[in-house]
């Protein structure tokens, strides 16, 4: 069983930055886990924002690439997002994400299915 708990979402004006923390408590280890973020406004399907394998190789949605960066401290059991140049657009529940595997591709931030894990969301809201 894996926990994820989420923190850091807030309020904030365009062009301006935050950062999402994840905190993963498993019984396996966090090597095994290929995380990601994933991004749900209102009356819209949950979609894929980046995501990051145990290897640090990442992959990012077309409409972050060059504002958020992803990373994780693996020896925290710790994954990050950091969002700058936000626009309203990315207005969202963001919620931490987890899969077992030591691949993580790209596919992933496509299939909200196939994540077995899910944290509780954290809300971020942009305004104009």
């Known amino acids: 069983q894996v926990q994820l708990v989420e923190s850091g979402g807030g309020s904030v004006q365009a062009g301006g930055s935050l950062k999402l923390s994840c905190v993963a408590s498993?019984?396996?280890?966090?090597?095994?886990?290929?995380m990601a973020w994933f991004g749900q406004a209102p009356g819209k399907e949950r979609e894929g924002v980046a995501l990051?394998?145990?290897?640090?190789?990442?992959s990012y949605a077309d409409s972050v690439k060059g504002r958020f960066t992803i990373s994780r401290d693996n020896a925290k059991n710790a994954l990050y997002l950091q969002m700058n140049s936000l626009k309203p657009e990315d207005t969202a529940m963001y919620y931490c994400?987890?899969?077992?595997?030591?691949?993580?591709?790209?596919?992933?931030?496509?299939?909200?299915?196939?994540?077995?894990?899910w944290g509780q969301g954290t809300q971020v809201t942009v305004s104009s």
């Open positions: 994400a987890a899969v077992y595997g030591l691949s993580c591709p790209p596919v992933l931030l496509s299939s909200p299915a196939s994540i077995r894990y």
């Open positions: 498993s019984r396996y280890t966090y090597l095994n886990l290929c």
């Open positions: 990051i394998g145990s290897d640090g190789r990442t």
